[in-house]
């Protein structure tokens, strides 16, 4: 009996030893098969890390994205309708007030086949010599049409074939809204179509153009503008003209992310006055400086046949003293409204008067010995004074 079981306990030893020796084969067998793990093909297929790639329905044929479409699309149809606009000067300079040529740069955009290009007044204010390169390289010189100081817009026109001139489509700058998408074209640092890309940061912003003369409806932008940029064109995403960029607010003349453009419906009442008459045709109120009071704007110096002084407006009053002249401002009209709206500072009431034509009638509302008076003027003549002082 004790034979039986030592023969049958090793009969079972050697069967489960077989089997080990079986398992143990094919497990070498297998890892030799595979490659080794750490080389460049020796991972798991389970364990290899995907590789994501963007779906292919986020791109249009050319591989762009909606929102690079737009930017690429825009600056293809108005690159050529902007020009780098290059200035001469002279200025005296030193004791002997010796001439010395001065250089200027800016941009503007065609605005129609016959060669008429927009910009800003002060990018060809005091140039003797105006240059303009056109998108494929050419350069002309150019006449100046027409340039209103008061609103910083001018007309300058070249003579270039019409084949070579790509007018940019004029949009509707009452249509802008806070957060639009806009593209900024011009000749940074002499950088030739230049675009860069931001939003409307504000509407109805208003900046002072020159001394006393503020606009309302100005356009404040985050695309990036520097010097250079002056008079370039400000378009909307569908490719159209909806402003004029003039200025940057930084203290150092340089790109803070703040930046302000004339809106294009402002442009568009003054430009076909500036290619018919080359100046703005305005009523002369005949108001030429005033001091800023507590009730209101006295009347500093009127013109002597003034629109104002024929309808019974008082000035100061001046007396003679020996060889001295005596002016007493205390008995000149003190300006308080305008067609019954308040006015408080000259620009206000330079704004209010800017819109009317010669002949046109305003009722000028005064304070006069303590009463308030209202009186009708008929303007007259063909331009308002650019600037309205108000002495010291």
Not at 79 to 97: E, K, M, P, Q
Not at 246 to 263: D, K, L, N, Y
Not at 336 to 348: I, L, M, N, R, S
Request: contains cysteine.
């Amino acid at each position: 009996m004790r034979s039986f079981l030592t023969c049958s306990l090793t009969a079972v030893l050697a069967c489960l030893g077989t089997f080990w020796l079986m398992e143990t084969r094919r497990s070498s067998e297998a890892r030799a098969q595979s490659p080794a793990i750490g080389t460049d093909h020796g991972k798991r297929e389970s364990s290899a890390p995907s590789i994501r790639k963007i779906p292919s329905h986020f791109f249009d044929e050319r591989g762009l994205t909606p929102d690079e479409a737009i930017n690429v699309d825009v600056y293809d149809l108005c690159n050529r309708s902007v020009v780098n606009i290059s200035t001469v000067s002279v200025r005296a300079d030193g004791l002997f007030r010796i001439a010395v040529p001065e250089q200027g740069a800016g941009s503007g955009a065609v605005i129609s086949h016959q060669g008429h290009i927009l910009t800003n007044h002060h990018v060809i204010d005091g140039a003797g010599q105006i240059e303009v390169t056109l998108y494929n390289g050419e350069s002309y010189h150019a006449k100046r049409v027409g340039s209103d100081p008061v609103n910083d817009i001018a007309i300058i026109q070249v003579e270039a074939p019409e084949e070579d001139l790509f007018p940019v489509e004029l949009g509707d700058s009452d249509t802008a809204k806070v957060g639009m998408r806009v593209f900024a074209l011009g000749n940074p640092f002499g950088l030739e179509r230049t675009m860069s890309v931001g939003i409307i940061s504000s509407l109805n912003r208003t900046l002072e153009i020159q001394e006393n003369w503020v606009i309302k409806s100005i356009i404040q932008i985050d695309a990036s503008i520097n010097p250079g940029n002056s008079g370039g064109p400000l378009i909307d995403s569908h490719g159209r003209l909806i402003g004029v960029n003039t200025a940057i607010a930084s203290r150092v003349a340089q790109s803070a992310g703040i930046g302000f453009a004339i809106p294009i419906n402002l442009i568009k009442r003054i430009v076909p006055e500036l290619i018919k008459h080359g100046r703005v045709v305005r009523g002369d109120i005949g108001i030429t400086a005033v001091q800023l009071v507590e009730e209101g704007l006295r009347i500093r110096l009127l013109e002597p046949d003034g629109a104002a002084k024929d309808a019974g407006i008082r000035g100061p009053k001046i007396t003679r003293r020996g060889p001295f002249q005596i002016m007493n401002l205390a008995a000149a009209d003190v300006i308080t409204a305008v067609d019954g709206d308040k006015v408080a500072t000259p620009a206000e009431f330079l704004e209010r008067i800017e819109t009317s034509k010669p002949g046109d009638r305003i009722t000028l509302t005064v304070l006069r010995d303590g009463k308030s008076l209202d009186i009708e003027i008929t303007l007259g003549g063909e331009t308002m004074p650019e600037t309205l002082t108000e002495p010291e």
